[in-house]
C-alpha cells in the first residue's frame, strides 16, 4: 500500500513537471548570442526553447517568466508581446471560422476528390479538420499515405494559408487534368490539416486555449512524464489537439509527412530529442536537401549549411510530434520553417506558397519512393529491412507490424524484405528508384 501511493506520488510529480514544461502563457527573445545562458534556462524544466541563431533564442513559460529572466539572466531580453501594428495586422488574415468555410466551399466545389474530415475539437469547441484527397475520396485505398499538418503553433500562420492553397490546386488542376497533379492523386491518399491549433491562431499566440505547446505535448520516445513507465505511447493528460492527432495517425498508415512552422527559413529533420543518428539519416538528409534546394532564401540561410539541420544539433526537443510520429509510427516526418516572420503581412502569402509551391509537390511525391505489402487478413508480426552494399545484404532495420498494410519511404537500392508472424515467414527482393509514381504504390499482395 505504502509503495503505491508512493509510486502514485511520483507519478504526480513528473506529471506536475512535464505540464509545467510545455506552457506558453508569455515569450521573450534573450539576446545570448553566444548561447552562454541556455544550460541554465534548460536545468529550470518548465521553460521552452525556440529559434536558437546567432542573435539569440526565444523563451516560452508561464507569467513567472518575466520575474525570473530579471533576476538571473546575464543577457538583456525583450518582450514577445504582439504590438499594435502586429494587432492591426490580425484583421488581415481570415479567422479560423473563414478557414472553415473555404474547407467546406472547395470540398462542394470538387466532391470528387476531397472529403473534409473532423478529426476532433479543440477546448472551445472549434473542429480539427484534415482534408483527404484522392481519386476514391470515399473508399479507404491500399495506396501509400501522405500528411502535411500545419499551425501547430498559433503564432505561426504561413503555414496555415499555404495548405488551403495547396488544397485549392491540387483540386483546380486535378479537374483541369493536369499530368503531374492526377497521377500523384489517384495513386496516393494525401491528407492535409491547415490547422492544429485553430484556438491559438485565432488568439495569435504560440499555445491553445489552454496556453499549452503542442510542440512539447506528444509522448516522448525517451522519457516521457505522463507514461506510466515513461515509454508508453499514452494519450493520458494530453491536450485534445494532441490526442485528436494521436487518434488519427494510429487510425492511419501513414508512410511520409511534413509540419509547418515559422521563425526562420529551414528543414529540420530528426532526431529532435536525442543525438544519436536517425535509422535513415542519408534519405531523411536527402529528403530535407530536396525541399530546400529550389528555395533561394532558404537553402542560402546563412544559419544553416544547404537550408537544413539535425533537431538535436540545433536545439532539443522533447515531446515534439516529429519524433513521435517515426517511433511510434513509422512515419517520416521532418519540420519545415516557412518564414523569418512568424505572422508577415497577408499580402506576402502568394509569394511564399509560389516559392514553396515545386517543393510542396515533391515532397508528396517522393511517398512513392519505397515498398509496401498487403497481407490477406490483419497479423501481428516483424519486417526486417535489408539493404544491398558491397556483394551482400545487411540489415538495415527490424521493426513491428499490425495489422494487414504496411508501407516503408526508403533512399533507392536493392532491398531484401523479411515477414515473420508466428511460424509463417516470406521474403522478397524490392528495387527502390527516385521519380517513380508507381500505380496505387504497387503493394505487394501476400498470404501469409
Same mark, same amino acid.
Given at each position: 500500500m505504502i509503495k503505491q501511493i508512493l509510486l502514485t506520488?511520483?507519478?504526480?510529480?513528473?506529471?506536475? %513537471?512535464?505540464?509545467?514544461?510545455?506552457?506558453?502563457e508569455v515569450g521573450f527573445f534573450v539576446n545570448d548570442t553566444n548561447r552562454s545562458f541556455l544550460k541554465t534556462i534548460h536545468a529550470q524544466g518548465k521553460f521552452i526553447v525556440?529559434?536558437? $541563431?546567432?542573435?539569440? !533564442?526565444?523563451?516560452?513559460?508561464?507569467?513567472?517568466?518575466?520575474?525570473?529572466?530579471?533576476?538571473? &539572466? *546575464?543577457?538583456?531580453?525583450?518582450?514577445?508581446?504582439?504590438?499594435?501594428?502586429?494587432?492591426?495586422?490580425?484583421?488581415? !488574415?481570415? $479567422? *479560423?471560422? %473563414? =478557414?472553415?468555410?473555404?474547407?467546406?466551399?472547395? %470540398?462542394?466545389k470538387y466532391p470528387k476528390i476531397l472529403k473534409l474530415i473532423s478529426i476532433g475539437k479543440t477546448e472551445t469547441g472549434r473542429d480539427l479538420w484534415v482534408m483527404k484527397i484522392s481519386d476514391n475520396v470515399n473508399v479507404d485505398e491500399v495506396e501509400p499515405e501522405f500528411k502535411y499538418v500545419a499551425n501547430m503553433h498559433g503564432d505561426e500562420i504561413v503555414g496555415r494559408e499555404l495548405m488551403v492553397s495547396l488544397i485549392d490546386e491540387l483540386a483546380s488542376k486535378y479537374s483541369k487534368n493536369d499530368q503531374e497533379i492526377t497521377t500523384l492523386v489517384n495513386n496516393t491518399e494525401i491528407f492535409i490539416m491547415p490547422s492544429l491549433n485553430p484556438d491559438g491562431a485565432a488568439k495569435r499566440r504560440r499555445g491553445n486555449s489552454n496556453w499549452r505547446d503542442l510542440n512539447r505535448d506528444f509522448p516522448d520516445v525517451e522519457r516521457d512524464a505522463r507514461a506510466f513507465d515513461f515509454t508508453e505511447n499514452t494519450t493520458a493528460n494530453r491536450e485534445l489537439e494532441t490526442v485528436a492527432m494521436m487518434e488519427f495517425q494510429n487510425r492511419r498508415h501513414f508512410a511520409l509527412s511534413a509540419n509547418f512552422h515559422g521563425g526562420t527559413e529551414v528543414v529540420n529533420y530528426p532526431w529532435d530529442t536525442k543525438s544519436s543518428d536517425f535509422p535513415y539519416m542519408n534519405l531523411v538528409i536527402d529528403l530535407s536537401r530536396e525541399y530546400a534546394a529550389s528555395i533561394p532564401s532558404m537553402r542560402d540561410n546563412r544559419e544553416f549549411i544547404d537550408g537544413i539541420v539535425n533537431g538535436y544539433d540545433w536545439y532539443e526537443i522533447n515531446g515534439g510530434m516529429q519524433d513521435w510520429s517515426y517511433h511510434w509510427h513509422n512515419d517520416l516526418q521532418v519540420t519545415i520553417e516557412l518564414s523569418h516572420s512568424k505572422w508577415p503581412s497577408y499580402s506576402q502569402v502568394p509569394g511564399y506558397y509560389k516559392k514553396n509551391r515545386a517543393s510542396l509537390i515533391k515532397y508528396m511525391q517522393r511517398v512513392h519512393q519505397g515498398f509496401g505489402f498487403k497481407l490477406d487478413s490483419p497479423k @501481428?508480426?516483424?519486417?526486417? =529491412?535489408?539493404?544491398?552494399?558491397?556483394?551482400?545484404?545487411?540489415? #538495415?532495420?527490424? #521493426?513491428?507490424?499490425?495489422? &494487414?498494410?504496411? !508501407? @516503408?519511404? #526508403?533512399?533507392?537500392?536493392? !532491398?531484401? =524484405?523479411?515477414?515473420?508472424?508466428?511460424?509463417? @515467414?516470406?521474403?522478397?527482393?524490392?528495387?527502390i528508384r527516385a521519380d517513380d509514381i508507381k500505380e496505387n504504390g504497387a503493394f505487394k499482395s501476400i498470404q501469409l
Open positions: 506520488f511520483l507519478m504526480s510529480c513528473f506529471l506536475f %513537471q512535464a505540464q509545467a514544461a510545455n506552457l506558453a525556440d529559434h536558437p $541563431s546567432s542573435k539569440g !533564442y526565444e523563451v516560452y513559460g508561464p507569467k513567472g517568466l518575466k520575474k525570473w529572466l530579471t533576476a538571473n &539572466s *546575464p543577457v538583456s531580453f525583450r518582450s514577445l508581446s504582439n504590438s499594435i501594428d502586429k494587432r492591426n495586422s490580425l484583421l488581415s !488574415y481570415p $479567422s *479560423p471560422e %473563414q =478557414i472553415e468555410s473555404r474547407l467546406i466551399a472547395l %470540398q462542394k @501481428k508480426g516483424r519486417v526486417t =529491412i535489408k539493404n544491398f552494399r558491397g556483394n551482400s545484404f545487411q540489415l #538495415l532495420e527490424s #521493426l513491428d507490424f499490425e495489422g &494487414s498494410e504496411f !508501407y @516503408k519511404v #526508403l533512399a533507392p537500392g536493392k !532491398y531484401l =524484405i523479411e515477414l515473420e508472424s508466428g511460424s509463417k @515467414k516470406y521474403s522478397f527482393e524490392k528495387e
